[in-house]
């Protein structure tokens, strides 16, 4: 039996932010949005989704997500924030983002992307690149709050 709450819910989502770092040089992902996509059609953005309620958890829709969008596989991620301010995704009003993060060791070279899903282009970018300071959704707090934390 399905129960219909009577008050709007909000969705639930995962933001990944992913480092890559060599000696002093550190980078983070990046994917850009598709043309077609429904909100923030061609900005670039941290790769995401939506977690698919009653089938995986977060942390399970964190990894999927990072290996639909940039082919990538991570051993495990750390949720590090909470992401709950109204008018982040113009789609809805609000929405619960969890946001993880994981760090990797090497060269950008070692870490081929692929994009897929509704990203269009993925790169690995110097984590001080100006492009990491227009992001779609809310995703420039999420960097810099995962910034902050990178080497704790």
């Keep these: 039996m399905t129960y219909i709450y009577q008050y709007p819910m909000a969705p639930v989502t995962a933001t990944g932010v992913i480092f890559l770092r060599k000696e002093s040089k550190v980078w983070v992902l990046l994917g850009k949005r598709h043309p077609r996509a429904d909100a923030f059609p061609n900005y670039w953005c941290l790769p995401g989704g939506f977690v698919d309620v009653g089938k995986e958890s977060t942390e399970q829709a964190m990894l999927r997500e990072l290996r639909e969008e940039v082919s990538l596989e991570v051993p ?3 949720l590090f924030m909470m992401d709950d ?10 929405l619960f983002n969890t946001c993880w993060t994981h760090t990797l060791r090497g060269d950008p070279s070692e870490f081929p992307l692929r994009a897929g899903d509704d990203i269009s282009e993925a790169r690995w970018v110097p984590a001080w690149d100006p492009m990491t300071q227009r992001l779609a959704f809310g995703h420039n707090a999420v960097f810099q709050k995962a910034l902050e934390l990178i080497d704790n």
């Design 76 to 78: 495990a991620v750390r």
């Design 85 to 94: 301010a109204p008018g982040q995704d113009p789609r809805y009003d609000q």
